[in-house]
Nanobody, 115 residues
């Protein structure tokens, strides 16, 4: 399984970005799919995800600002990020957990928010 993330970049505080992550290859069914991020010197943290039941979970720090969505036909997940803050600066990784509970990771896309 390959996960191709795109959409990162440099944006000023208050701006918006939209990340995309497309899964391809031999996907044994999707259990969960979503986004983590890792800032320099900090552990990787969950940002937003679709659960196995199709509901969504968000980190408290992004609730009301970020929205996760998906295109099931294209095995693609999106992350719409608005009202970005400098503390959102991180490498964003998409992930997919298949029905065998195996986790696949994308290559990461850099998001930099300037103040």
């Amino acid at each position: 399984v390959q996960l191709q993330a795109s959409g990162g970049g440099l944006v000023q505080a208050g701006g918006s970005l939209r990340l995309s992550c497309a899964a391809s290859g031999r996907i044994l069914g999707i259990n969960t799919m979503g986004w983590y991020r890792q800032a320099p010197g900090k552990p990787r943290e969950l940002v937003a995800t679709f659960t196995g039941g199709g509901s969504t979970n968000y980190a408290d720090s992004v609730k009301g600002r970020f929205t996760i969505s998906r295109d099931l036909a294209r095995n693609t997940v999106f992350l719409q990020m608005t009202s970005l803050k400098p503390e959102d600066t991180a490498v964003y990784y998409c992930y997919l957990v298949d029905v065998t509970r195996h986790t696949n990771w994308g290559q990461g896309t850099q998001v930099t928010v300037s103040s």
